[in-house]
């Protein structure tokens, strides 16, 4: 079964520096990635997605993650935080059993200090 | 403009008396999930609707209900709550279920058992 896995559930940052948030994936094929955020009190927004097409990807709001087979990995970067990106942030997979629903990583949630 | 609208925004209710969560769309999208989302977890597909074919996940209890009158409405019935079902229901749909798909989350209903 597909599964992914976020390491770190809280992630503290200043406004302007790097964000990086960590996500490593389980997979026995070629798997669909995402990133949703979650502002307070709302649901979850389609950051990017991984399709196979390019192993970087690029989403809204700055944000970027590259797929990387070798390290089963899927991490989220900016360059420069805002503090408009405090939010919660999930990694989640398409799994490829049965119907393809979409798995959760336990999110991360990132704080952005002035 | 909103396209998943989920009523209401906070639902309370009392331990044991059942209480219907509802969400609307105007994407005509063929697919509507309900995920539970408790406190700093990941959220958790309950089941979805492909169509009106109903598709239960195996560890969704027997307390959860659903019902899908037409493409734009489905309903979340909890026929009994416990205090283990307050959590943040999140409905969601997408246009046909495959691998690439985004999905689109409505804000939520918060629930709360008294």
């Known amino acids: 079964a597909q599964s992914v896995t976020q390491l770190g559930s809280h992630v503290s940052v200043s406004e302007g520096a790097l964000v990086l948030l960590r996500c490593n994936y389980s997979?026995?094929?070629?798997?669909?990635l995402f990133w949703y955020v979650q502002y307070p009190n709302q649901g979850l927004q389609l950051l990017l997605k991984y399709t196979s097409a390019a192993t970087l990807v690029k989403g809204i709001n700055g944000f970027e993650a590259e797929f990387k087979k070798s390290e089963t990995s899927f991490h989220l970067t900016k360059p420069s935080a805002h503090m408009s990106d405090a939010a919660e942030y999930f990694c989640?997979?398409?799994?490829?059993?049965?119907?393809?629903?979409?798995?959760f990583g336990t999110g991360t949630r990132l704080l952005v200090s002035p | 403009d909103a396209m998943v609208i989920q009523n209401p925004r906070y639902q309370v209710t009392q331990f044991g008396k059942p209480v219907t969560l509802s969400c609307s769309q105007t994407?005509?999208?063929?697919?509507m999930y309900w995920y539970q989302q408790k406190s700093s977890q990941a959220p958790k597909l309950l089941f979805h609707?492909?169509?009106?074919?109903?598709?239960n996940e195996a560890d969704t209890p027997d307390n959860f209900q659903s019902r899908r009158p037409n493409t734009s409405f489905c309903f979340l019935d909890i026929r009994s709550p416990g205090l283990g079902d307050a959590a943040m229901y999140l409905c969601?749909?997408?246009?046909?279920?495959?691998?690439?798909?985004?999905?689109?989350f409505g804000s939520g209903t918060q629930l709360s058992v008294l």
């Open positions: 994407l005509n999208h063929n697919v």
């Open positions: 989640a997979v398409r799994s490829n059993t049965g119907f393809q629903k979409l798995v």
């Open positions: 609707y492909y169509d009106k074919d109903f598709n």
């Open positions: 969601a749909t997408s246009r046909s279920g495959t691998e690439n798909e985004k999905l689109f």
């Open positions: 997979s026995s094929v070629p798997p669909y």
